[in-house]
């Protein structure tokens, strides 16, 4: 399977199986359009290219595309369907998602979880249900070393103190462990002083500092409870909290809705703020909703994304340094061939904990009780849930099979798929149309980068 696409002047084709990408100039790039998906030419097609363009260039196109197929760089075959289906290893936990506070000081308008409950009540985590979280992820992730731990919420500051002790118990549990502890967390911000930059800088393995962008698009969605924005209060903390990271990791990441489908501009402003690490996503939210992404808006959301690849370009050429999350391929490393397949492992390697320490796939499905795992104290008792989501991969997905992207994606997110389709073989249908262009515009800028 090969995948051709043009943006601005350049020709690429991905070979999906091998991972090869080629720069094509226009005339092989015309050839290759005359292959079926086989690999094999039509020769009427190439007859009709050897009257537009000569008999010599045509050959000599040709004769390199061959070359490729021989060396398994195009038309290659698919090396993992049948050892990867037949895979039924147990699952190892390796990261746990603790929500240290079901509340939040924000009423952002897009939030998917009920301003910060998840649709409940408001509560808080004890220290001793964070402590049994810890418990519970090293003696369910057996030779694993690495182990991460992200501090999420609604706003995981609101419970400091408890953030505070949890880290304490994680690295003295490494001592007799043989375990790392690797942390992250997420804030909006508006609790971040001196103090706490400074404990944060100090434990946190990643920061992911909340911001939409321009003041008028971050004020429209991320407001307090009294209507009004946090942009003034939370950029100069953000801006001294990554002055302090120095090569430590961090993200600013937003959100773009359909209020702000030139969200292109919102990354080059906070690039022009100062932050260099940068993520911004588009919303989720069901049809009805308002700012909710729309089938109309992927034309604009397209050409964005292929404008956001060209500026951020043209400014590494001027020798700024800018990394926007969706745009960073390795294409000779990369994720292992597992995290290929199967994605973010949500449901067997990665689980959410409520305040309560009841587990669930991902923060995602917090709340919706036919996926309740169990509980950090009594383990996991519903394995018929995890044997679900272990069997879930490129392949056991209709709509991902073909798919050109799936090894970039790995299927797409299960919860997307189950709140839009009810089923987490499914796909979110416009998820996926953005994905595939952010690939596209990936490939683009890491050719433009390699070849100028």
């Given at each position: 399977?090969?995948?051709?696409?043009?943006?601005?002047?350049?020709?690429?084709?991905?070979?999906?199986?091998?991972?090869?990408?080629?720069?094509?100039?226009?005339?092989?790039?015309?050839?290759?359009?005359?292959?079926?998906?086989?690999?094999?030419?039509?020769?009427?097609?190439?007859?009709?290219?050897?009257?537009?363009?000569?008999?010599?260039?045509?050959?000599?196109?040709?004769?390199?595309?061959?070359?490729?197929?021989?060396?398994?760089?195009?038309?290659?075959?698919?090396?993992?369907?049948?050892?990867?289906?037949?895979?039924?290893?147990?699952?190892?936990?390796?990261?746990?998602?603790?929500?240290?506070?079901?509340?939040?000081?924000?009423?952002?308008?897009?939030?998917?979880?009920?301003?910060?409950?998840?649709?409940?009540?408001r509560s808080k985590m004890p220290a001793e249900v964070a402590k049994k979280a810890i418990d519970f992820v090293i003696a369910n992730s057996e030779n694993r070393r690495n182990i991460e731990i992200d501090f999420f919420g609604g706003e995981p500051l609101l419970n400091l103190d408890v953030i505070r002790e949890t880290v304490l118990y994680a690295r003295e549990r490494e001592k007799c462990t043989n375990k790392r502890f690797r942390f992250t967390v997420t804030t909006?911000?508006?609790?971040?002083?001196?103090?706490?930059?400074?404990?944060?800088?100090?434990?946190?393995?990643?920061?992911?500092?909340?911001?939409?962008?321009?003041?008028?698009?971050?004020?429209?969605?991320?407001?307090?409870?009294?209507?009004?924005?946090?942009?003034?209060?939370?950029?100069?903390?953000?801006?001294?909290?990554?002055?302090?990271?120095?090569?430590?990791?961090?993200?600013?990441?937003?959100?773009?809705?359909?209020?702000?489908?030139?969200?292109?501009?919102?990354?080059?402003?906070?690039?022009?703020?100062?932050?260099?690490?940068?993520?911004?996503?588009?919303?989720?939210?069901?049809?009805?909703?308002?700012?909710?992404?729309?089938?109309?808006?992927?034309?604009?959301?397209?050409?964005?994304?292929?404008?956001?690849?060209?500026?951020?370009?043209?400014?590494?050429?001027?020798?700024?340094?800018?990394?926007?999350?969706?745009?960073?391929?390795?294409?000779?490393?990369?994720?292992?061939?597992?995290?290929?397949?199967?994605?973010?492992?949500?449901?067997?390697?990665?689980?959410?904990?409520?305040?309560?320490?009841?587990?669930?796939?991902?923060?995602?499905?917090?709340?919706?009780?036919?996926?309740?795992?169990?509980?950090?104290?009594?383990?996991?008792?519903?394995?018929?849930?995890?044997?679900?989501?272990?069997?879930?991969?490129?392949?056991?997905?209709?709509?991902?099979?073909?798919?050109?992207?799936?090894?970039?994606?790995?299927?797409?997110?299960?919860?997307?798929?189950?709140?839009?389709?009810?089923?987490?073989?499914?796909?979110?249908?416009?998820?996926?149309?953005?994905?595939?262009?952010?690939?596209?515009?990936?490939?683009?800028?890491?050719?433009?980068?390699?070849?100028?």
């Open positions: 399977m090969i995948h051709q696409f043009r943006i601005y002047d350049t020709n690429i084709v991905l070979d999906v199986n091998s991972g090869a990408v080629h720069v094509l100039d226009d005339i092989a790039g015309e050839v290759l359009s005359c292959f079926d998906e086989n690999g094999k030419p039509a020769e009427d097609e190439i007859n009709a290219l050897r009257l537009k363009y000569g008999e010599d260039h045509v050959t000599e196109a040709l004769s390199e595309l061959e070359a490729l197929k021989s060396e398994g760089l195009l038309f290659s075959s698919d090396p993992y369907e049948d050892t990867f289906s037949a895979d039924t290893s147990p699952p190892v936990v390796k990261a746990l998602c603790l929500h240290m506070a079901h509340d939040c000081n924000l009423r952002c308008k897009y939030c998917f979880a009920g301003e910060g409950t998840y649709h409940g009540t909006n911000g508006l609790l971040l002083d001196d103090e706490t930059m400074e404990y944060l800088n100090n434990t946190m393995d990643n920061i992911v500092l909340s911001l939409d962008g321009r003041k008028e698009i971050n004020d429209a969605m991320r407001v307090r409870r009294d209507g009004s924005g946090c942009y003034d209060a939370i950029v100069p903390k953000f801006q001294k909290m990554v002055s302090i990271r120095k090569d430590k990791d961090y993200y600013v990441r937003g959100t773009f809705t359909a209020n702000n489908l030139d969200f292109s501009e919102d990354v080059l402003h906070m690039a022009g703020l100062g932050f260099d690490q940068l993520s911004i996503e588009p919303v989720v939210l069901p049809d009805g909703s308002g700012p909710e992404i729309k089938r109309e808006h992927l034309d604009k959301i397209f050409s964005e994304y292929e404008s956001l690849a060209l500026k951020i370009s043209e400014l590494r050429k001027q020798g700024k340094k800018i990394n926007f999350f969706h745009f960073m391929l390795d294409l000779e490393g990369g994720p292992c061939v597992a995290k290929r397949l199967r994605g973010c492992g949500s449901g067997t390697e990665y689980l959410a904990v409520t305040p309560q320490g009841d587990l669930y796939p991902c923060h995602q499905f917090t709340g919706v009780e036919e996926f309740r795992l169990g509980n950090v104290f009594t383990g996991i008792d519903r394995q018929d849930i995890v044997k679900t989501f272990r069997g879930l991969n490129v392949y056991t997905k209709k709509s991902c099979r073909n798919c050109w992207a799936k090894f970039y994606c790995s299927g797409g997110c299960a919860a997307n798929a189950w709140h839009f389709q009810k089923d987490l073989s499914g796909v979110y249908e416009i998820g996926c149309e953005l994905e595939k262009k952010r690939v596209e515009c990936a490939l683009w800028l890491k050719a433009r980068e390699l070849f100028g």
